[in-house]
């Protein structure tokens, strides 16, 4: 079978920057971007054109200096919202306007106090606005995991005769379980007229901790392409990480599915957005957090020491990590303590690492963690007599 293609939609310069206390100057939003594109992002949500003069002209600014990815801009779907998306994005090599509507009774009812027919004509002519400034227009529907699927079908069945070239089927609460949110994604391509024309998108929430699982259910179920952010930022609890998204269709190539981002960057580019907006990491993190690939037990140390694929299914080196980290702590055993030792410029026998091992256990029954230098003191303690090698 051949393998086909999921587009990375980047919105962590958006939806990530909605996260209170991590607003970013045009200037910082510029390297990143940057970055971005260079990792391989095929779609660089840059901004809410209308929100403030800061970011129309860091959408402009955006749109200049992006070689290879599309820059888009996002709209309600509201005349003059458009109007000035499309000012902003009038110097992108591949500008998109992203425009949208709520779709479910909870939105149309309270939120927008309308009726479905009205939700859809305002859809329809949000789409066909857009497209008089650019070609590539994509659609959300707001709350889509939420809404009807037979409505959400004719929603999208007008807006792609209006000319949308994307549907993004937003879970916006995070409140769908991956087989409803690909079921959803299923019934769309088996029940929208012209969807085989269109590319659908996943933008999932992590409300309840399953953005990247119903992604990848999308993802599976005919979605091609996925909005996410770098570190999984956004609005709440946050969106689909795209480290996490990129690793597991590497990590799983009988999806037959594959993206374009370079994953060496990955690391760095966590580090990137994490100084930047000031949001530290959470150390257990997926793939780019500081114990993704931290080792503290002895029982998985020994393992990793013998062979790395005991205990990490992937190779640190692929997501821009040096190595693997063998944290010496009261539950690390003899090979970690001789391997860390070893590190240090100690080659211990098997005698010397059982005298060694009892005066380390004291040591790390009082310390959290042991440290390179704490293994010489360590050392002295042991008051080892004979050869002792040091490299």
């Known amino acids: 079978m051949n393998r086909e293609k999921v587009q990375i939609f980047d919105t962590t310069l958006r ?7 991590c607003k970013l100057d045009t200037q910082q939003k510029l390297v990143i971007a940057e970055r971005l594109d260079n990792m391989g ?25 992006v070689k290879n990815a599309t820059v888009c801009g996002l709209t309600r779907a509201v005349k003059n919202d458009i109007d000035v998306a499309g000012a902003a994005l009038k110097n992108a090599k591949r500008p998109r306007i992203h425009t949208g509507i709520g779709t479910s009774d909870s939105h149309i009812i309270y939120k927008l106090n309308t009726t479905k027919e009205d939700i859809i004509a ?42 949308a070239t994307v549907l993004n089927i937003p879970d916006t609460t995070g409140y769908c379980l991956p087989h409803e949110y690909g079921e959803k994604i299923k019934y769309l391509k088996e029940n929208v007229k012209g969807i085989e024309n269109v590319t659908i998108s996943c933008h ?9 699982a119903n992604s990848i259910a999308g993802a599976m179920n005919g979605a091609r392409q996925i909005e996410c952010t770098i570190n999984g930022i956004g609005e709440r609890a946050g969106n ?15 999806l037959n599915l594959y ?10 580019m966590s580090h990137l957005v994490s100084d930047s907006m000031g949001m530290m990491v959470q150390p257990n993190k997926a793939i780019v957090g500081s114990n993704a690939f931290a080792h503290s037990s002895g ?6 020491i013998k062979n790395r694929e005991t205990y990490e299914i992937m190779d640190p080196l692929e997501v821009g990590v040096t190595e693997s980290s063998i944290i010496l702590t009261a539950r690390s055993g003899r090979a970690a303590l001789a391997y860390r030792a070893k590190k240090v410029g ?3 026998t098997k005698v010397q690492l059982d005298i060694v091992y009892v005066e380390f256990l004291k040591f790390a029954d009082i310390k959290k963690e042991v440290m390179d230098d704490d293994i010489h003191q360590i050392i002295e303690a042991s008051n080892l007599k004979g050869d002792l090698i040091r490299n």
């Open 15 to 21: 939806d990530g920057e909605q996260v209170p206390g």
């Open 41 to 65: 992002v095929d779609i660089i949500e840059a901004g809410f054109p209308v929100s403030s003069p800061g970011d129309f002209l860091s959408v402009s600014e955006i749109s200049k200096i």
């Open 122 to 163: 305002r859809a329809k002519a949000a789409v066909a606005h857009a497209k008089t400034y650019v070609e590539d227009v994509e659609f959300y529907a707001e709350d889509a995991g939420r809404t009807d699927n037979a409505f959400l079908a004719r929603v999208c069945e007008e807006v792609i005769k209006s000319g």
């Open 204 to 212: 999932c929430h992590n409300d309840l901790g399953m953005a990247t």
């Open 240 to 254: 689909t990480a795209l480290e996490e998204v990129v690793m597991i269709f590497k990590q799983h190539p009988y």
């Open 259 to 268: 993206t374009d981002i370079d994953t060496k960057q990955l690391n760095e």
């Open 299 to 304: 029982i998985h140390q020994d393992g990793v």
């Open 346 to 348: 100690y080659e211990l």
